[in-house]
């Protein structure tokens, strides 16, 4: 089966400024998704950028981007300009092929006034 | 993206009754369904992957006879805790996926409290 390891429990950034989140995984498939959802006090889960395998290209959207590493397996999450509501916790999820997705423990991440 | 409806958010039942929790698709067709079950700040844990139509698909060591999931339309998966006990006591969050589709949505959550 499928593991994804977030190693940082928590971590914190001042305002405005840059953090970086970290996770790999493991398989043996080489046709996967990976998505980074962020799950804010009120609980609702909240997609917040995915990747396609595939595409070497890391994602952007807005002030999240993407470090992925294919072959260290490795997906990392870059929050620039980090904003007071970008404080949540942050989960690194695998889609597999058979359309099975697998989290991460999680991040709690602070964003300092 | 895609709204998934969850309800209720919360609700507290008497150890031994039963509890119904929906999960549905507002603006698309969910060809699957999936229901985690989250301890307090802890991730997420699968409990079963349901296909509209067909029987769920439940992981290792959840008790199908306890956690009875239904997905009888794609737009509609419920989740009933039979003879709920205090230990049953958790954070259910539903997701759904569309057939073609690459992410999966979630719902809000149920915050489920059992005295």
């Known amino acids: 089966a499928q593991t994804v390891t977030q190693s940082q429990p928590e971590m914190s950034v001042q305002e405005a400024e840059t953090v970086t989140l970290s996770c790999t995984y493991d398989?043996?498939?080489?046709?996967?998704?990976l998505f980074w959802y962020k799950q804010p006090p009120s609980r609702q889960m909240i997609l917040v950028i995915r990747?396609?395998?595939?595409?070497?290209q890391n994602a952007t959207e807005n002030r999240f981007s993407v470090n992925f590493q294919k072959a260290a397996k490795s997906f990392s999450l870059k929050i620039s300009d980090s904003q007071l509501g970008d404080a949540a916790m942050y989960f690194c999820?695998?889609?597999?092929?058979?359309?099975?997705?697998?989290f991460g423990t999680g991040t709690s991440l602070t964003v300092i006034p | 993206g895609a709204v998934v409806s969850q309800h209720p958010s919360r609700v507290i039942c008497k150890s031994g009754t039963s509890v119904k929790i929906e999960c549905r698709s507002l603006?698309?067709?969910?060809?699957?369904m999936f229901w985690y079950r989250q301890f307090p700040k802890k991730s997420l844990m699968l409990m079963a992957t349901?296909?509209?139509?067909?029987?769920?698909?439940?992981e290792q060591g959840v008790e199908k006879d306890k956690f009875l999931i239904n997905h009888a339309s794609l737009t509609l998966s419920t989740l009933t805790v039979t003879s709920a006990h205090p230990e049953d006591s958790s954070f259910y969050i539903c997701?759904?996926?569309?057939?073609?589709?690459?992410?999966?949505?979630f719902g809000q959550g149920t915050r489920l409290t059992v005295v």
């Open positions: 398989t043996s498939e080489s046709d996967y998704y």
């Open positions: 990747q396609e395998a595939y595409k070497q």
């Open positions: 349901s296909n509209e139509g067909s029987k769920a698909t439940y």
């Open positions: 997701s759904a996926r569309a057939l073609q589709g690459v992410e999966a949505f």
């Open positions: 603006d698309f067709q969910a060809t699957t």
């Open positions: 999820a695998y889609r597999s092929a058979t359309n099975q997705f697998y």
